[in-house]
């Protein structure tokens, strides 16, 4: 075999496509049906009996049922209705995130502790009676969280109604990248991918025979448009409801009914760990990216994680454009790669808090000082429709001598695993750094002015540190 550095061509692979149609859920289930009654309809022809219905007047007589046996029935003893539903709520609660639902899970997309090996969750509650189901699914879709590790199963989601989806405010999604090539070549990942990688990981490849085309030959990965895919299957699916046009008494009055809802409209924060995203091997990504994530769904999220990104332009690039997911005053965080997918399956990455990457951002939180940031104008509201700010987080931020109208508090996660778990950090508004990272380069313009006369900021007019200079000061700023 030789070794090839090659950067991958981004596609979609057929073949994949096509497995992907022929085992879509529904179409699996029919053909379970159809085989599930065909070997019951051979049974009855070998037993000589019918298939066809029985009217009940040709019911066997004195037959012995639970009401007519002479066993004595004895009820459960009575629970409160309370106890009931905080057991139901416990019952349905799993310790871990659940793992594309409503779909059949890989091996292969599976961490070593997410293969249990007895079921979490009494999903056998929900078949108990008519009450529990319906108290069970809320519990079922509200106390839980959610991986999704391949657009298929995001896009069967659908399949859950919508009053449980529309109050799902977290989703998790694992892309793992997939390779191609029609030549017998090794790929591999450095070692300086991640610290806790001692030698390059050889990257698993689907194996593809060559085709006289130019269309689909070489070295090809299915990464960015599967990203794509994942945003993708979060838009409006399907509603024959919402599909109908209605006209008024002239053909110009003509209108439709509102949008429908998005598959998550409540979603608040989104996690995407990429997986086996080397650097210096993907080109730049599909202009639709920019599509979903700064149109569709543009300035709609108040925090997004990103974990596995390539440090290379093309991470940069994509980590931009994702952040045209977030609101103004949005929290990006970029981490280093918590997992890398290997041939038998996945691997977790260690991660030093002194030797992995970890960086947060604020996004657009000059908004809020008007009339000063060089292009003001693209903060203002776009065709009539204003989009509000990343909320506040909660609480009462410690005192800092910095604090001041450049800068802002916001609570950010001690660990990816602890999401809860959060500190508060000072951010400087312009730049959306933490202050403690720029805080000698912000400070630099408060010896700009006189010997006996502090700087005085331009936009609020007191006196602090950092304070924001005039708008011709503000270019040799740009300039630094």
Not at 86 to 91: D, E, N
Not at 236 to 243: E, L, R, T, W, Y
Request: charged share 25%; proline share 9%; net charge negative.
């Amino acid at each position: 075999m030789s070794f090839d550095m090659s950067i991958a061509w981004e596609c979609r692979d057929q073949a994949d496509q096509a497995e992907i149609y022929y085992n879509h859920p529904l179409r699996t289930k029919v053909r379970h049906l159809e085989d599930e009654n065909l070997l019951l309809k051979r049974l009855l022809r070998e037993n000589g009996l019918s298939w066809q219905p029985r009217s009940k007047f040709s019911q066997a007589p004195n037959r012995v049922t639970r009401s007519s046996s002479k066993t004595n029935y004895k009820p459960l003893p009575h629970i409160p209705v309370e106890i009931q539903l905080r057991i139901l709520s416990f019952a349905l609660t799993s310790p871990q995130p659940i793992i594309d639902p409503l779909c059949k899970v890989k091996g292969e997309h599976l961490m070593p502790h997410e293969k249990p090996k007895t079921n979490q969750l009494a999903i056998h509650f929900l078949a108990t009676c008519k009450a529990y189901h319906a108290e069970g699914t809320k519990f079922l879709w509200s106390n839980n969280s959610f991986i999704f590790t391949s657009p298929e199963a995001v896009r069967h989601f659908a399949e859950v109604d919508f009053i449980y989806r529309e109050h799902m405010k977290e989703v998790t999604f694992r892309v793992i990248a997939k390779f191609y090539d029609d030549e017998a070549r090794t790929h591999k990942i450095s070692r300086h991918h991640h610290p806790d990688l001692k030698k390059a990981i050889t990257l698993p490849i689907n194996k593809r025979p060559k085709e006289n085309t130019l269309a689909r030959c070489g070295f090809r990965t299915y990464g960015w448009y599967q990203l794509v895919d994942f945003l993708g299957a979060l838009l409006p699916p399907f509603d024959p409801s919402h599909a109908q046009r209605h006209d008024g008494p002239n053909t110009s009055n003509a209108f439709l009914l509102p949008p429908p809802p998005k598959l998550l409209p409540a979603l608040e924060k989104i996690r995407i760990d990429f997986v086996n995203f080397g650097d210096n091997l993907f080109n730049n990504p599909p202009p639709q990216l920019h599509e979903l994530a700064s149109h569709y769904f543009g300035c709609t999220l108040n925090e997004v994680v990103l974990t596995g990104l390539p440090g290379d332009e093309t991470g940069l690039r994509v980590s931009s454009e994702l952040a045209g997911l977030l609101k103004n005053e949005g929290l990006l965080i970029d981490h280093a790669p918590i997992m890398v997918a290997l041939k038998n399956g996945m691997r977790s990455l260690k991660c030093d808090a002194v030797e992995c990457h970890y960086s947060v951002k604020v996004v657009r939180a000059m908004k809020d000082i008007v009339g000063h940031h060089p292009h003001d104008d693209v903060h203002a509201p776009w065709f009539g429709v204003d989009f509000p700010p990343a909320p506040p987080d909660e609480g009462e931020p410690p005192y800092s001598y910095f604090h001041s109208c450049r800068t802002m508090w916001k609570k950010i996660p001690i660990h990816l695993d602890k999401p809860t778990d959060r500190k508060w950090v000072l951010f400087d508004r312009m730049t959306g750094l933490p202050w403690d990272d720029i805080e000698e380069e912000a400070t630099m313009f408060d010896f700009f002015g006189d010997d006996e006369e502090e700087t005085v900021c331009d936009n609020c007019g007191e006196i602090h540190p950092g304070a924001i200079p005039p708008v011709d000061m503000m270019d040799l700023y740009d300039e630094f």
